[in-house]
């Protein structure tokens, strides 16, 4: 496996090599997560077929999403921080490249699918990872990002906002101690980076960087429970328990500012 040395060990990096390392949570995540019907055909629809192409999944983890979209790539890549979800990910075709998102070591253009899944909110500088990402589309190559938290639908207040302060306490006193540990709840926490209340992604945020560098961009946002009805601008309906903590916020939770995540989709002209 190539490992290209990372310079800037942050807190941030360090997080997210020591919690995605750990095997067993590498598999369970393997398992569960984007692994769904709709997460399948949202996918599907955006990107196409993926048979004969060269693809670059980025903070690819264990290989959740080629495991579930599946095709025949002539060169698929997947870059990551945890060297264990690098060696999961090779065993189902992955060539793993273990590198920082923020400096990539590869030459620019030269992808036809650039695919950044549930990955920059992870990242200290989300602008300078996505531009990274852009960098290495061909003309005519997709930019697809997926699962980033969208800030307005987590700009929590007031009871919402304290109930998201206690809520690992109460997981712990229900599971009586075996939710995580304290060393994996902090790593954890610092891990997610851009994903807590008043964080994350906004639409100008990736039109403000995409459209600059030659890219046409369409933003989706969605709530993970609706399929390729996403790009016609279904976002669905989120799970009761975030349309709660919305409404305690003053945040209309019907809205499309209120949908927890945001897709987008990018063509280089």
């Not at 349309?243 to 209309?252: D, E, K, T």
Request: with cysteine; glycine share 8%.
């Amino acid at each position: 496996m190539p490992i290209c040395q990372i310079d800037n060990l942050s807190p941030a990096i360090k997080a997210n090599i020591f919690y995605y390392d750990n095997t067993e949570w590498a598999k369970g995540y393997f398992a569960a997560c984007h692994r769904d019907k709709a997460f399948q055909e949202c996918w599907q629809s955006a990107s196409g077929s993926w048979d004969d192409k060269i693809v670059v999944d980025i903070g690819c983890g264990p290989g959740n999403l080629y495991a579930t979209l599946g095709g025949s790539p002539r060169l698929l890549i997947g870059v990551d921080v945890s060297c264990n979800s690098l060696k999961m990910a090779q065993t189902i075709g992955y060539t793993p490249i273990l590198a920082d998102a923020h400096n990539l070591p590869f030459i620019d253009g030269f992808a036809d699918i650039v695919a950044v899944n549930a990955t920059l909110h992870h990242c200290e500088n989300m602008g300078k990872v996505l531009a990274e990402a852009a960098r290495l589309v061909r003309p005519g190559g997709l930019l697809i990002t997926d699962h980033d938290p969208q800030q307005t639908a987590w700009n929590w207040k007031g009871l919402a906002m304290l109930l998201y302060k206690i809520r690992v306490p109460i997981y712990r006193l229900l599971s009586f101690g075996k939710f995580m540990s304290q060393k994996e709840h902090d790593a954890m926490l610092k891990s997610e980076t851009h994903h807590k209340p008043s964080d994350g992604m906004t639409r100008q945020f990736y039109y403000q960087i995409l459209e600059p560098l030659g890219f046409t961009v369409n933003v989706y946002p969605h709530n993970h429970t609706v399929g390729a009805e996403v790009l016609q601008g279904n976002y669905g309906q989120a799970h009761m328990k975030y349309r709660y903590a919305q409404w305690l916020s003053g945040i209309n939770p019907h809205s499309s500012e209120a949908a927890l995540s945001l897709m987008c989709v990018a063509r280089r002209n």
